[in-house]
């Protein structure tokens, strides 16, 4: 499994900006997606999951009523669309794959993960 994270940036608080993360994987096995931050100093936390039929998404408090976690139609590629961003929301942000027991499983637990991508800086100004 691959992951390619892309789509960070420079932004103005209250601005939006939309992640996205191309996934490679074996077809034989099912996977959940997730979306993890890291800010300097600070602990790994968690964003938003998508399980792996894209029923069932979480999003963390942090992003509540403002992030939104999605999949296109062939499951190759899961967007992270972020909405009112402020200056706590600069981070490192990471993709993640996790090896599903079941469609419907999903995880907010970086340990759930598997498979990591290189992540994309996103900076919000304020």
């Known amino acids: 499994v691959q992951l390619q994270a892309s789509g960070g940036g420079l932004v103005q608080a209250g601005g939006s900006l939309s992640l996205s993360c191309a996934v490679s994987?074996?077809?034989?096995?099912?996977?959940?997606m997730g979306w993890f931050r890291q800010a300097p100093g600070k602990e790994r936390e968690f964003v938003a999951t998508?399980?792996?039929?894209?029923?069932?998404?979480v999003i963390g408090d942090s992003g509540k009523g403002r992030f939104t976690i999605s999949t296109n139609d062939v499951g190759n590629t899961v967007y992270l669309r972020m909405n009112n961003l402020n200056s706590e929301d600069t981070a490192i942000y990471y993709c993640?794959?996790?090896?599903?027991?079941?469609?419907?499983?999903?995880?907010?637990?970086?340990?759930?993960?598997?498979?990591w991508g290189r992540g994309t800086q996103v900076t919000v100004s304020s």
């Open positions: 993640a794959a996790g090896r599903a027991t079941n469609s419907g499983s999903f995880s907010r637990l970086a340990v759930g993960y598997e498979y």
């Open positions: 994987r074996d077809s034989s096995n099912m996977y959940f």
């Open positions: 998508i399980s792996a039929n894209g029923g069932r998404t």
